[in-house]
T-cell receptor, first 114, second 110 residues
Framework: DGGITQSPKYLFRKEGQNVTLSCEQNLNHDAMYWYRQDPGQGLRLIYYSQIVNDFQKGDIAEGYSVSREKKESFPLTVTSAQKNPTAFYLC?????????????FGSGTQLSVL | QKEVEQNSGPLSVPEGAIASLNCTYSDRGSQSFFWYRQYSGKSPELIMFIYSNGDKEDGRFTAQLNKASQYVSLLIRDSQPSDSATYLCAVNRRANNLFFGTGTRLTVIP
C-alpha cells in the first residue's frame, strides 16, 4: 500500500538528549514536510523539502534539524536546544507545482519529555 | 491579522442539521484552499479542496470560496455523529507550503 510511515508512534526524551523521528514515503512525492501540533492547536510548519538534498526552514525551525538524502526519507531530529518538545509531530508529503499541494499525512509521533 | 483564522468553536449541531465552518485568510495571492478533518489523536485527512471562486460539492460536503472577501467555508449537510471532529482550514503560501488554521471542533449531537 502507498503511504507515509512514521515511527515510533510514541517517543520519550530525557533532558539534554537528541531524538530522531523517522518518516518514509512510497508515494513518489518530491516534497516532504514536518509539522508540530500542540494540544488544541493547529499545525505549525517546522521544515520542508521540495527536492532531495535541499530543505528550508518553516515557521518554528529553532531546535530542530532535518536531512533529505533520499527522496523517500525525511527524518527530523529534535535537539536539546528545543526546550519545549512535547507535541504531536506530523510528517506529510505532496507533489510539487500548482494543483499538487494536497498534503498526505503519516500517523504521527507523540513526543514527551521524561 | 493572522494568516488563517477559524472560529475555534466548539460548534454543536443536532444530527441531520447543516454544519457551517468558516475560515478567512490574509494573503490575497493564495490560490489553493483545503479542508482537513482530524479525529482526536489521529492525523489530518483531506476532505475537500477548492481553487476557484464559487461552490464545490462532494457528497455531503460543500466548499465555498470567495477570493474577493478572502473567505472559504465548509458546509456539511445531514450531519452525522461520525462527523464529530476538528476541521482544519489550510491555505497555500507563495513558498509552496500550506498554512493551517487552529481548527474548529465540531460535535454532532445524536
Amino acid at each position: 500500500d502507498g503511504g507515509i510511515t512514521q515511527s515510533p508512534k510514541y517517543l520519550f526524551r530525557k533532558e539534554g538528549q537528541n531524538v530522531t523521528l523517522s518518516c518514509e514515503q512510497n508515494l513518489n512525492h518530491d516534497a516532504m514536510y514536518w509539522y508540530r501540533q500542540d494540544p488544541g492547536q493547529g499545525l505549525r510548519l517546522i521544515y520542508y523539502s521540495q527536492i532531495v538534498n535541499d530543505f528550508q526552514k518553516g515557521d518554528i525551525a529553532e531546535g530542530y534539524s532535518v536531512s533529505r538524502e533520499k527522496k523517500e526519507s525525511f527524518p527530523l531530529t529534535v535537539t536539546s536546544a528545543q526546550k519545549n518538545p512535547t507535541a504531536f509531530y506530523l510528517c506529510a508529503s505532496s507533489g510539487t507545482g500548482a494543483g499538487n499541494e494536497k498534503l498526505f499525512f503519516g500517523s504521527g509521533t507523540q513526543l514527551s519529555v521524561l | 491579522q493572522k494568516e488563517v483564522e477559524q472560529n475555534s468553536g466548539p460548534l454543536s449541531v443536532p444530527e441531520g442539521a447543516i454544519a457551517s465552518l468558516n475560515c478567512t485568510y490574509s494573503d490575497r495571492g493564495s490560490q489553493s484552499f483545503f479542508w482537513y478533518r482530524q479525529y482526536s489523536g489521529k492525523s489530518p485527512e483531506l476532505i475537500m479542496f477548492i481553487y476557484s471562486n464559487g461552490d464545490k460539492e462532494d457528497g455531503r460536503f460543500t466548499a465555498q470560496l470567495n477570493k474577493a472577501s478572502q473567505y472559504v467555508s465548509l458546509l456539511i449537510r445531514d450531519s452525522q455523529p461520525s462527523d464529530s471532529a476538528t476541521y482544519l482550514c489550510a491555505v497555500n503560501r507563495r513558498a509552496n507550503n500550506l498554512f493551517f488554521g487552529t481548527g474548529t471542533r465540531l460535535t454532532v449531537i445524536p
